[in-house]
């Protein structure tokens, strides 16, 4: 079983900044790829940043994330502390949303790692409780 726990959220001005983070445990096979989600009140649920480590030789990592954060946000995981974070850079009110801390196995081989960094909503079976990043004009 994988717990997420996701913390950093806040309220922030645009043009501000924040950095989610996700404490995880559990099955580490279970947590290959991890990934952020948000969801906006009324709207869908929306893939933001994945990346995928794999864990037994060869090593190697693969992320990825939507068009509308690249530039501005940045994942990154810390395998040793298993955490994920989330660098938020230049906050605007579009970015207003619960965000969600999701992990998954991706299967454990090189097309889940496509799966993963490309945000492939059923690579992800494990989810957090969200934390909720509100960002004024």
């Known amino acids: 079983q994988v717990q997420l726990v996701e913390s950093g959220g806040g309220s922030v001005q645009a043009g501000g900044s924040l950095r989610l983070s996700c404490a995880a445990s559990?099955?580490?096979?279970?947590?290959?790829?991890m990934g952020w989600f948000r969801q906006a009140p009324g709207k869908e649920r929306e893939w933001v940043a994945s990346?995928?480590?794999?864990?037994?030789?060869?090593?190697?990592?693969?992320?990825g994330m939507t068009n509308s954060v690249k530039g501005r946000f940045t994942i990154s995981r810390d395998n040793a502390k298993n955490t994920l974070y989330l660098q938020m850079n230049s906050l605007t009110p579009d970015d207003t949303a619960m965000y969600y801390c999701?992990?998954?196995?991706?299967?454990?081989?090189?097309?889940?790692?496509?799966?993963?960094?490309?945000?492939?909503?059923?690579?992800?079976?494990?989810w957090g409780q969200g934390t909720q990043v509100t960002v004024s004009s």
């Open positions: 559990g099955s580490t096979d279970s947590r290959r790829c």
């Open positions: 990346i995928y480590t794999s864990i037994y030789p060869p090593y190697y990592t693969k992320s």
């Open positions: 999701a992990a998954g196995s991706a299967s454990g081989t090189q097309l889940g790692a496509l799966y993963c960094s490309g945000g492939s909503s059923s690579t992800f079976t494990h």
